[in-house]
């Protein structure tokens, strides 16, 4: 169920930077941020969604990720008002693999994600029984 809910929150998460990032210019908040940092807390914060609610492997995700923040800045070669440029896809890039790492961190500690909610082995282990004479 949480599983489920984190996919759906990744995907509107994707819509809204799909929006903010080719619509134009007036629409985006006014965030007190260096852009730079802004890019990289955008896509990292996608990053972070996708690692949680999705099983991939980090390589196969961090490429997807990629190729998501490259093909965005390439359509906004031709949305009037915007421009493309190399620092804002190298932040974009950036944010999206720190994200990818901070969810591997946090399914680790916590069972987060897809298939989420299952006891880690460390607490399903049986305790060991005093009459067991195996040891």
Request: hydrophobic fraction near 45%; include cysteine; proline fraction near 4%.
């Amino acid at each position: 169920m949480i599983g489920h809910l984190i996919r759906v929150a990744t995907w509107l998460y994707v819509g809204v930077l799909i929006c903010l990032t080719l619509g134009p210019a007036s629409v985006r908040p006014d965030i007190r941020m260096p852009h730079c940092l802004e890019h990289l807390a955008a896509f990292g914060l996608s990053g972070l969604f996708f690692s949680i609610g999705y099983r991939f492997r980090s390589t196969l995700l961090g490429l997807w990720g990629g190729a998501f923040t490259a093909f965005l800045e390439i359509l906004q070669m031709w949305v009037p008002d915007r421009h493309a440029r190399f620092t804002d896809f190298a932040m974009d890039t950036l944010g999206f693999w720190i994200g990818i790492v901070a969810g591997l961190a946090v399914r680790r500690n916590s069972g987060v994600g897809a298939g989420a909610m299952k006891t880690p082995d460390r607490l399903n282990r049986q305790k060991p029984n005093a009459n067991d004479t195996r040891r």
